[in-house]
């Protein structure tokens, strides 16, 4: 079973940005999906961007042009580039992979951003 464990997030003004990576404990050299999600308070778990083995990248709606993802085979890590922060995208942001059908989370890692 593979780890994935996030790191980046913090407090921020809106307007700023942050890096968020996702390492995971095995290879991801030939996962295909791997992707961040976010689940603010009282609301369910979404989307937020996916990036496939081939570099195929998908966002929702709500973050296109703000945030960039993107991964290092090598170093077995998912980034997610974060600019323009708005208040509304204060959430615990998750990564996942999907690993022969099986999916893997990781803790999540705080992102609160101030107005």
């Known amino acids: 079973q593979v780890q994935l464990v996030e790191s980046g997030g913090g407090l921020v003004q809106a307007g700023g940005s942050l890096r968020l990576s996702c390492a995971a404990s095995?290879?991801?050299?030939?996962?295909?999906?791997m992707g961040w999600y976010r689940q603010a308070p009282g609301k369910q778990r979404e989307l937020v961007a996916t990036?496939?083995?081939?570099?195929?990248?998908n966002y929702a709606e709500s973050v296109k042009g703000r945030f960039i993802i993107s991964r290092d085979n090598a170093k077995n890590t998912v980034y997610l580039e974060m600019n323009s922060l708005k208040p509304e995208d204060t959430a615990l942001y998750y990564c996942?992979?999907?690993?022969?059908?099986?999916?893997?989370w990781g803790q999540g890692t705080q992102v609160t951003v101030s107005s």
């Open positions: 996942r992979e999907t690993r022969n059908g099986y999916i893997s």
């Open positions: 095995r290879s991801i050299f030939s996962v295909n999906a």
């Open positions: 990036i496939t083995s081939a570099g195929s990248t």
